[in-house]
């Protein structure tokens, strides 16, 4: 596919980085992006050799949202089925991330608002620059959080805080973003790009599928009993044990060196 609204390569050391590529738009989506999206991250799920994503954004933001001017958004004589928007580009969209065989992140720079501020939360770790921040725009336009927002804002800062940034749309800097628990990490902006590339890199080289499953596991749970999640981890840890992985992960252990897992 020829990407014109993003830009993906794969690196080596198993790297893949996605880079929404609007900038004159603040990297808002359309259509065309969504589509885009879709075809590089089925990409990272049949390519092997994919280790980790990284998803940024190109220019001064990560993400502002919906393209209000998108046709598919656009008012005329009957109002845009948003909820089909929703369901045909949102969903797959983190449905997708949140099932991807390798750990994803998200390296914030600027402005992650509205869909772009939950795309980042779809995945797994985020690392924002100190002058980034996040936005639940939705209210201004009277719409709810989308793309997972009322689902991963109340698990990641709690039910008053999640309504309190979804009601007001206030902004969020990033560093009280990382002192609420809703991202990982943040750093100086002078430090965002060499901090992720670590980061990938260490992800790359870990087992891979432990880390997915363990994904997996932590998501289940809210919605789980206490069986119920042990029987989930009694099932990923009989598959993860009979993985090359473990065995390497063992050997190496016992022989005191560096492991070399493969993925797999």
């Known amino acids: 596919m020829t990407y014109q609204n993003i830009h993906f390569e794969v690196q080596t050391g198993g790297i893949a980085r996605l880079t929404l590529n609007r ?10 992006m969504h589509a885009e999206m879709r075809s590089a991250l089925a990409t990272v799920q049949e390519d092997k050799s ?60 600027g402005i992650a608002a509205g869909a772009g501020a939950s795309l ?66 943040v750093v100086d902006d002078t430090d965002l790009a060499a901090t992720v590339d670590k980061l990938a890199a ?13 994904r997996a596991a932590m998501h289940a749970a809210p919605n789980h009993t206490l069986e119920q999640q042990l029987n989930m ?3 990923f840890m009989r598959e993860l044990g009979w993985s090359p992985d473990f065995a390497e992960g063992v050997a190496a252990f016992m022989e005191k060196r560096a492991p070399k897992f493969t993925g797999n």
């Not at 260490?202 to 363990?214: E, G, I, N, S």
């Open 23 to 32: 900038p004159d738009k603040l990297n808002s989506f359309n259509g065309a």
């Open 50 to 109: 994919i280790r980790v994503l990284v998803i940024t954004g190109a220019g001064r933001g990560f993400c502002a949202g919906q393209d209000l001017a998108d046709p598919d958004m656009a008012l005329g004589p009957l109002q845009p089925d948003i909820g089909n928007v929703v369901e045909q580009n949102y969903k797959p969209l983190v449905l997708g991330l949140q099932n991807l065989r390798v750990p994803t992140v998200a390296m914030v720079n």
């Open 120 to 185: 980042a939360l779809a995945c797994d770790l985020v690392i924002a620059a100190r002058s980034a921040s996040f936005l639940q725009a939705f209210s201004k336009i009277g719409l709810i959080p989308d793309t997972g927002g009322t689902w991963f804002l109340p698990q990641r800062v709690g039910m008053a805080r999640a309504l309190g940034l979804a009601l007001l749309a206030d902004k969020l800097p990033a560093e009280k973003a990382a002192e609420w628990g809703l991202i990982w990490q």
């Open 202 to 214: 260490q992800l790359a080289a870990m087992p891979t599928k432990a880390l997915v499953r363990t």
């Open 233 to 235: 981890e009694g099932g």
